[in-house]
């Protein structure tokens, strides 16, 4: 299965103890559930060995989440495990090309032009939101003036349901099938 033609991505973003974790877990869950297979992307954005350890637990709960592959990379380090100066997400991705995938869901890499969503856990977050592209919604911890962000799909956090249904259409769209 190529990757652009079949396999949809979508980013997790935020900062430090915004949810992404749980929230990619959720999401492998349910792609699982549905019949898709996932896999997870974890950036590691402190270093590499011998802090990335904790990442990799990360890494450990996608996998029990249903990803069929799951890595993490931080600093050069790429867990699954090689190791070479620098790795790009696209250099990843490609290797994922082995795997038969619908959706990689990826953690961090800000700073790259995937489909994405943005945790918000206070109004500093928001400043992420004027860096950021290609946001597809916000879900926010806190309440947003909608108004504000009326070019952004909005979700509460307590609205899993409705933002898991919503991300969930987005990922089958791009993949072109109809799981659901």
Not at 8 to 32: D, H, P, W
Not at 103 to 110: A, M, T
Request: net charge positive; glycine share 8%; with cysteine.
């Amino acid at each position: 299965m190529a990757l652009g033609k079949h396999c949809s991505i979508l980013q997790i973003v935020g900062f430090q103890n915004s949810g992404k974790t749980t929230l990619m877990e959720k999401l492998i869950s349910r792609a699982e559930q549905d019949g898709l297979n996932a896999a997870s992307i974890k950036h590691h954005g402190h270093g590499g060995f011998p802090n990335i350890d904790s990442s990799s637990k990360d890494s450990i709960r996608h996998y029990k989440s249903g990803a069929i592959v799951s890595s993490v990379e931080g600093g050069g380090v790429f867990q699954l495990s090689a190791k070479a100066d620098n790795w790009s997400l696209k250099e990843i991705i490609k290797l994922y090309t082995f795997f038969p995938l619908n959706v990689i869901f990826i953690e961090g890499y800000k700073k790259e032009s995937y489909p994405k969503v943005v945790l918000i856990r206070n109004e500093k977050d928001l400043s992420l939101l004027y860096l950021l592209t290609n946001v597809q919604c916000v879900i926010s911890h806190i309440e947003l003036d909608k108004e504000l962000l009326k070019n952004h799909q909005v979700f509460h956090l307590n609205q899993e349901k409705l933002y898991i249904d919503f991300l969930m259409e987005e990922v089958v769209k791009k993949d072109g099938k109809k799981f659901i």
